[in-house]
């Protein structure tokens, strides 16, 4: 029963957030909507901010990384912005709130799992110094983060495959060269 009372309520919240922003929607309007009293808001989140964040972590673990470990950082990337897009005015309104921590935090969040996941894949059979692996997982997550977080500051206009075939390109462009493989290795 509290996860269906979560969700009423994250898609109370995403309809609202459709009409008007964030920090005009109250616990008062969302008990309302979902014919719930706020105690029992107040039961499952300490705040809308709670519920913001309990719908970034819910829904994109689905959404982006889905059920199968062997998918491509690729085909996370596209979940991602298939996401996004399909949930555009929460996350727009998310973006233009004071509390961009949240869009903030969930994006890095799934970035690391996804550049983990990548340089997993691409230092198969090489030993990687933890500090080199981390100064790596952090240079790309924050370039992958910077880049989406413009992707949603500019309107999410941009072609998300467009996106994805150049963030490949800076990844994968040949292996002896690559640059990630390169600092691996020293």
Same mark, same amino acid.
Not at 74 to 84: H, I, P, S, W
């Given at each position: 029963?509290?996860?269906?009372?979560?969700?009423?309520? =994250?898609?109370?919240?995403?309809?609202?957030?459709?009409?008007? !922003?964030?920090?005009?929607?109250?616990?008062?309007?969302?008990?309302?909507?979902?014919?719930? $009293? *706020? +105690?029992?808001?107040?039961? +499952?989140? *300490?705040?809308?901010?709670?519920?913001?964040?309990?719908?970034?972590?819910?829904?994109?673990?689905?959404?982006?990384?889905?059920?199968? !470990?062997?998918?491509?950082?690729? %085909?996370?990337?596209?979940?991602?912005? /298939?996401?996004?897009?399909?949930?555009?005015?929460?996350?727009?309104? /998310?973006?233009?709130?004071?509390?961009?921590?949240? #869009?903030?935090?969930?994006?890095?969040?799934?970035?690391?799992?996804?550049?983990? $996941?990548?340089?997993?894949?691409?230092?198969?059979?090489?030993?990687? =110094? !933890? %500090?080199?692996?981390?100064?790596?997982?952090?240079?790309?997550?924050? =370039?992958? %983060?910077?880049?989406?977080?413009?992707?949603?500051?500019?309107?999410?206009?941009?072609? !998300?495959?467009?996106?994805?075939?150049?963030?490949?390109?800076?990844? /994968?462009?040949?292996?002896?060269?690559?640059?990630?493989?390169?600092? #691996?290795?020293?």
């Amino acid at each position: 029963m509290s996860t269906i009372t979560k969700r009423a309520l =994250a898609e109370a919240l995403k309809k609202m957030m459709e009409k008007k !922003p964030l920090s005009k929607i109250t616990v008062t309007d969302l008990a309302e909507a979902c014919g719930i $009293n *706020r +105690h029992t808001f107040y039961y +499952h989140f *300490r705040d809308i901010y709670d519920l913001v964040e309990w719908i970034y972590c819910s829904e994109v673990e689905r959404a982006i990384m889905g059920d199968d !470990p062997a998918d491509s950082w690729e %085909e996370r990337f596209r979940r991602f912005f /298939t996401y996004a897009r399909e949930n555009k005015k929460f996350i727009m309104s /998310t973006y233009a709130c004071v509390q961009k921590d949240y #869009l903030l935090r969930f994006m890095y969040t799934y970035i690391v799992k996804i550049i983990s $996941n990548i340089l997993d894949e691409m230092a198969e059979g090489i030993t990687v =110094a !933890p %500090e080199k692996r981390k100064f790596i997982t952090d240079f790309y997550t924050y =370039a992958f %983060e910077g880049i989406i977080f413009s992707w949603v500051r500019d309107g999410m206009e941009q072609d !998300p495959e467009e996106l994805i075939k150049m963030l490949g390109a800076i990844i /994968t462009r040949g292996n002896e060269e690559n640059s990630l493989l390169r600092i #691996l290795e020293t």
